[in-house]
């Protein structure tokens, strides 16, 4: 996974002064930021032949920064406005630490912040949590806190909407943004495939998005939501890459097919697929894990 960044240099990276990710890359590793012609300060890596005529309907309205990852704001299709609002990130983001391997942490009394950013990658406010509702890092790399404010606050207050999440499974060849709120920069490629059980030390994860090569990710961009250009939509949870060639070590993933032959594909980053999280939460945006539907690893 893409090793958070320590707490001490989110200031710097919220005013774009730039840190050197805990990955220990260089700081010139950091995204470049837009030139000042621009019309925004955000940065965009793209893969241009596929992202170019559709670029424009994914921006950093509703991404958040954490104190060590990117995140975003997030509803499901059957949430409504006066519901308390959701961020989206990873479950190696968490502050108290990585969760063990078949560790699931539900409801657990949270008041983390988070960077609220509008459509130009300008913070706009710090939203707190009530509660970590949902964390793991078991066949996905997920956390989900719920705020003491709900959708119609936050879209009233700074004129901001959730991004909805998908309850269907991506589809290879989509056109995506991968949407960092830590380092305000938009990575541009397509979804290469898909990864039957994607390895990485004590961790194993099922179905995982594989991103083309145009998708550089680097630490600090753990936790964004990765966006379908065409429709806006979450489709899955920007989560590794593998850095240096190795085989299934941290911040090295190896793929691992149903036969069990192992793949290592060096400079390719990896995201965890959402679809499966709206059937797990019910009315209020409560999670509800014995939901008939609902299929993430449970306690």
């Given amino acids: 996974m893409r090793k958070p960044l320590v707490a001490a240099f989110f200031a710097l990276a919220i005013a774009g002064a730039g840190a050197a990710p805990a ?5 010139s590793a950091k995204p470049a930021t837009a030139s000042a012609a621009s019309t925004s300060a955000i940065a965009v890596r793209a893969d241009t032949k596929a992202a170019a005529p559709t670029l424009q309907a994914v921006n950093l309205a509703g991404t958040v920064a954490l104190s060590n990852c990117s995140g975003s704001v997030v509803r499901f299709p059957n949430s409504l406005d006066t519901d308390p609002a959701l961020v989206l990130s990873n479950g190696h983001c968490l502050s108290t630490g990585f969760p063990e391997p078949g560790e699931v942490l539900v409801n657990q009394a949270s008041t983390r912040t988070f960077g609220l950013l509008n459509s130009a ?25 719920q705020l003491t404010s709900t959708y119609a606050t936050i879209k009233n207050s700074y004129g901001i909407s959730a991004l909805t999440v998908q309850d269907t499974h991506p589809t290879a060849g989509t056109a995506i943004t991968v949407a960092s709120g830590y380092w305000k920069t938009l990575y541009n490629c397509n979804i290469d495939g898909f990864v039957y059980r994607l390895k990485e030390g004590d961790w194993t994860w099922k179905d995982s998005v594989r991103y083309t090569s145009a998708c550089q990710t680097i630490g600090g961009t753990s936790g964004s939501p990765v966006i379908d250009q065409s429709t806006g939509k979450v489709v899955a949870v920007n989560n590794t890459g593998n850095e240096d060639g190795a085989r299934c070590t941290e911040n090295n993933p190896c793929e691992v097919d149903a036969s069990g032959n192992v793949t290592v594909r060096e400079g390719i980053n990896y995201a965890q697929e959402t679809y499966l999280i709206p059937a797990c939460f019910t009315t209020g945006n409560q999670l509800n894990l014995s939901a008939s539907a609902c299929t993430l690893p449970k306690p």
């Fill in 23 to 27: 990955v220990a890359a260089p700081v």
């Fill in 121 to 145: 990658g300008t913070r706009v406010a710090t939203l707190r949590a009530s509660k970590l509702a949902y964390g793991t890092m078991t066949d996905t790399d997920v956390s989900i806190y």
